[in-house]
């Protein structure tokens, strides 16, 4: 996959979004979530399920980082902690939300963070550009929480972050979730992954055209981590796709979800 550029993303983005889905908080941005501010005649939402549009138990935070703020939901409580960053779908964090409420329910102390450029995210050129900073603020808000242990979990762009900048932000740990092999800003995925010594969990579909499945999985086996893993998803699925049936009421999770709530929790057993 060739490297996106700063003008090519955005141009991407509009158009079809980071890799399958069509799914509710799918890879369908649109134009509203390429501004670096919200409108000023737009409310803000408070909570979760006003933003989400689904019952779910969490507040709308404004989170500081330097150069400007970073929206993001949260559920839960503990000391254990997750930072979920989103695919680059119109729907921002919302994506996550029937997942977050899932581990929330798990004890999970839960950030759903927006990156710069989606939900009521507001950046200068230099946050906007700079991965670490955004991927920090929301770890570092995380511990702010009362989270000791920290995992962040990215799908398709949010992998693509987790695994580039995850344990330089703060991580103990890293899932990945289809996230393509080269992005903008952030090492390539086997470049990043040798870089990586906290546990990492790797996830993708062969049949995935949007990503390279055997470029991940080289990238698994370069890491020396001590715990490490690559699970491969059924069929098509992408990123968030291979959690859930998406952001219904009656949301099924996956097999895979339990991994990742595993992961989450410290358990790296195979």
């Known amino acids: 996959m060739k490297r996106w550029g700063w003008v090519m993303v955005a141009t991407v983005l509009a158009v079809s979004g980071c890799g399958a889905g069509s799914t509710p908080g799918g890879d369908a941005p649109s134009s509203a979530q390429l501004t670096a501010a ?157 870089a990586t010594t906290v546990p990492l969990l790797v996830s993708a579909a062969d049949a995935d055209t949007g990503i390279e499945a055997t470029v991940l999985k080289a990238a698994v086996a370069a890491s020396p981590a001590a715990h490490k893993r690559y699970v491969a998803m059924p069929g098509e699925e992408h990123g968030w796709s291979g959690i859930s049936n998406g952001m219904s009421v009656d949301t099924v999770f996956s097999p895979l979800a339990t991994t990742v709530l595993k992961w989450i929790q410290g358990d790296y057993r195979t």
């Open 38 to 194: 919200p409108s000023p005649s737009r409310s803000i939402p408070k909570t979760v399920e006003a933003r989400c549009k689904i019952p779910a138990k969490g507040d709308v935070v404004q989170i500081p980082a330097p150069g400007g703020t970073l929206s993001a939901g949260v559920l839960g409580e503990g000391s254990v902690g997750v930072v979920l960053l989103h695919q680059t779908s119109g729907a921002g964090f919302c994506g996550w939300a029937t997942y977050g409420q899932w581990l929330a329910g798990q004890g999970i102390n839960v950030v759903m963070l927006d990156v710069c450029n989606y939900g009521q995210s507001t950046c200068d050129e230099a946050l906007l550009k700079d991965w670490t900073a955004q991927v920090k603020a929301g770890v570092d808000f995380a511990r702010s929480r009362g989270a000791t242990k920290v995992t962040v979990v990215g799908a398709s762009l949010g992998g693509v972050l987790a695994m580039g900048v995850g344990e330089k932000a703060g991580a103990d740990a890293i899932v990945n979730l289809s996230g393509p092999s080269e992005w903008e800003g952030v090492p390539d995925a086997v470049t990043a992954a040798k």
